[in-house]
């Protein structure tokens, strides 16, 4: 059993708990965040997207030309670029890169966020234009012969790339979301369906919606999962959950952490509910209490209004890696974690969290067999 480990960058200084501070592109942040993501042993870290972050096919580029085996998941809403261009952009840097890039695919959880890039689509119809969208960029990726495509929202004709991904058949796709649509989409389309940090049985339910999505899509490999945390690790228990009620108390004052990128991303107007339905969930999940199952804490979910992966892990190191390989045992295969402290937290993951997990993983193994 192998568990792929993804962090996550931005190009400045920011979190729910840390105001930005800095240019909005600080190139000597992002070439130390990357190296400690690549020293902590992280196999990717997720390029953000909003309608207000700088461009990630770029962030991803420098990221690349500054590290040597760190691989980068590089966030994008259909939509915005023509499917044909956005193919060729993803092969061209899978080529310069030395085949270590992947898309995750986020057909757009806020209305608001998606206006402010002038789309007015609801969302039956984003994820209708997804499934085209990646329809085209699949086949752009890899037809052998040109290729016509009319579809409701597309109209390509003798689409015939120079540009192939390094990455044979295809550079892999990610693709998020927790609606029924997105189980329709994301299980036909997804190599790795990514969800946010729910208990273990919702998490189950999840997992088992995306496997019939895909079945019911003709698949015979399904999906693997991702799940996403906020791991708050402390030398004891004690200790890690003084500094979880720390971290609390600053998301607070801080009105939810408004101007981290998770923040930006989600701003809605006046007391307006979330729309996706991910935020949802973590919202109703914390409704049903603080604590679930081993170390899921939920308080940091409700006080950012669940704008983004919320939902913490918290205890000592050997306490939050027992409980990611809780969500192993369910069939996870992707952990992405990202801490409150995002570069501090990157590297004490390295020294500290990933090691355990990969042992334990590697204990597991038959004989023979590496983990």
Known sequence: MTVEFIGMIGTQHVSEIH???GPPVDPDFVRRFVTAHEEAGFDRVLV???????????????????????GFLVAHRPGFMAPTLAARAYATLDRFSGGRVAMHVISGGSDADQRRDG???????????????????????TAPEPFDHHGEHY????????????????????FGGSSAAAYRVGGKHADVFALWGEPLAETAEQ????????????????????VSFRPILGATEELAWERAHRILDRIVAADGGSGSFTGRMSRRRGNEPPANVGSQRLLAAAARGELHDRALWT????????????????????????ALLDYVDIGVTTLLIRG?????????????????VRAELARRAPVGVSA
Do not use: C, M
């Not at 940091?300 to 050997?318: D, K, M, Q, R, Y």
């Open 19 to 21: 105001p930005p501070s």
């Open 48 to 70: 953000g997207h909003s309608a207000s972050t700088p461009d990630g096919l770029q962030v991803a580029a420098f990221g690349a030309a500054h590290s040597e085996r760190l």
């Open 119 to 141: 789309d007015h689509l609801d969302k039956e119809a984003r994820y209708r234009r997804t499934d085209e969208y990646l329809d085209v960029v699949t086949r752009t990726w």
């Open 155 to 174: 109209r390509v004709e003798d689409v015939d790339a120079a540009v192939r991904p390094l990455q044979q058949p295809r550079i892999p796709v990610y």
């Open 207 to 226: 997992i088992a919606s995306v496997h019939a999505a895909a079945r019911a899509a003709g698949r015979q490999t399904l999906p693997g999962i991702s």
């Open 299 to 322: 308080p940091t979910a409700a006080a950012t209004s669940a704008a983004g992966n919320s939902t913490a892990l918290v205890g000592t190191p050997e306490t939050v890696a027992a």
């Open 340 to 356: 409150y402290d995002p570069f501090d937290d990157a590297v004490d993951y390295g020294r500290e969290l990933l090691p355990l």
